[in-house]
């Protein structure tokens, strides 16, 4: 498991003029195919974080494996890529010990749906205060070419040659019945509306995901750009409220000619994981509590950990 820190000069020096887009560009270019989906992901959330006023040291990225799973080392902020599956158990833990961080955990839907699936569930019915984004492709990318629990059924891959015979997990509903107090839909060829849904699921207490289509321009030849950009629909054109659970369930199981995309549900002002923990009611944030062991113990142990 890497972890990439800020400079303590970063932090301690306050620019000030506001902070551009490229001032989130990471040391590490990104290493996506030509035309991945990610691309657009990646330039949204730093364009997101600029509108919002966030500063890098003010941000923990956390993933898990995958293509999408690299993007801490491309975006400036601290940053941990962790366990395939894992990135929201690690993420739960970094949120709950310091408040003062914005967390955002960035994976596919093959970490975060099929591996991560059990993390998903109960960082969900915890409502933990994050923001989860998923470069949902369809498709395992960096094993090149596997069936993923959101690909469609009937579709061919290397695992499956004559057609997979398993039906698609559904995300939006998933996470809507499991708790989650934020679920979002977008498609990175919309990167002026994926900015818009990250900035309120950061603006948002509670646990947010915005499931993203992002295409696999290598290996999923069936869910491409073209795929969507002639069926996707934005539910606030049709002024849909998201505080209708029901309705909401019934737009995201719509697949076909028209697939929806936007703020399908939001349950504001429910507790979080942060309030009902009885712990964090004496001192604030774990993180800036005097330790219960001498400096030396500290280094000795800092040191083994990196």
């Not at 019945?177 to 309120?200: K, P, Y």
Request: with cysteine.
């Amino acid at each position: 498991m890497s972890v990439e820190t800020v400079p303590r000069e970063a932090v301690e020096e306050k620019p000030a003029t506001p902070l551009k887009a490229k001032d989130f560009k990471g040391k590490v270019d990104p290493d996506w195919c030509p035309g991945c989906g990610d691309f657009g992901v990646l330039s949204s959330l730093q364009r997101a974080c600029v509108n919002l006023g966030l500063r890098p040291h003010e941000i923990l990225t956390i993933s898990g494996i995958g293509c999408s799973s690299n993007f801490p080392g491309f975006f400036n902020s601290y940053g941990m890529h962790t366990l395939h599956g894992r990135a929201l158990a690690v993420a739960t833990g970094a949120q709950m010990a310091n408040h003062e961080l914005t967390v955002f955990v960035t994976g596919g839907d093959g970490d975060g749906y099929g591996i991560g699936g059990n993390h998903f569930t109960h960082t969900a019915r915890r409502n933990v205060d994050l923001t989860y984004i998923v470069m949902d492709n369809q498709i395992y990318g960096l094993t090149t070419g596997q069936v993923s629990p959101t690909s469609s059924i009937e579709m061919k891959t290397k695992s499956t040659p004559f057609g997979s015979v398993e039906s698609p997990i559904n995300p939006i509903t998933a996470a809507i019945m499991n708790g989650a107090t934020f679920v979002a839909r977008a498609f990175s060829g919309d990167a002026r509306h994926l900015t818009g849904l990250i900035e309120q699921a950061v603006r948002h207490r509670g646990f947010a995901l915005i499931d993203v289509f992002s295409p696999c321009v290598t290996f999923n030849k069936d869910n491409d750009y073209p795929f969507f950009k002639q069926r996707v629909k934005k539910l606030e054109d049709e002024g849909h409220d998201p505080s209708d659970w029901k309705t909401a369930c019934e737009k995201a199981m719509i697949w076909g000619d028209e697939i929806y995309t936007g703020l399908f549900f939001q349950k504001p002002d429910t507790p979080t994981l942060g309030d009902r923990e009885p712990v964090l009611d004496e001192g604030g944030s774990m993180a800036g509590r005097e330790l219960g062991i001498t400096p030396g113990q500290s280094d000795r142990i800092i040191k083994r950990m990196m």
